[in-house]
């Protein structure tokens, strides 16, 4: 699963240099200023990743509590 961690990060913040995309939007949404219809499917398409991410872990850290008990 340490690949599945690697490509959901490295989607989620490239590019890397001058802001992440990702740390750039979610600014952008705190400071009310992402209304452009792109930035927002920007916002979607780089925070998809790890969204998928923390549910696939979720999921595995329930079912392997369910089996403990």
Known sequence: MWWLVMIAVYLGFAPFQPEP????????????TLTQPLDI?????HATP????????WRNVARAGKLLK
Do not use: N, T, W
């Not at 499917?41 to 398409?45: K, S």
């Open 21 to 32: 995309h990702l740390v750039e939007k979610l600014r952008m949404l705190s400071q009310g």
């Open 50 to 57: 790890l969204v998928l991410l923390a549910i696939k872990i």
């Open 41 to 45: 499917f920007d916002l979607l398409m």
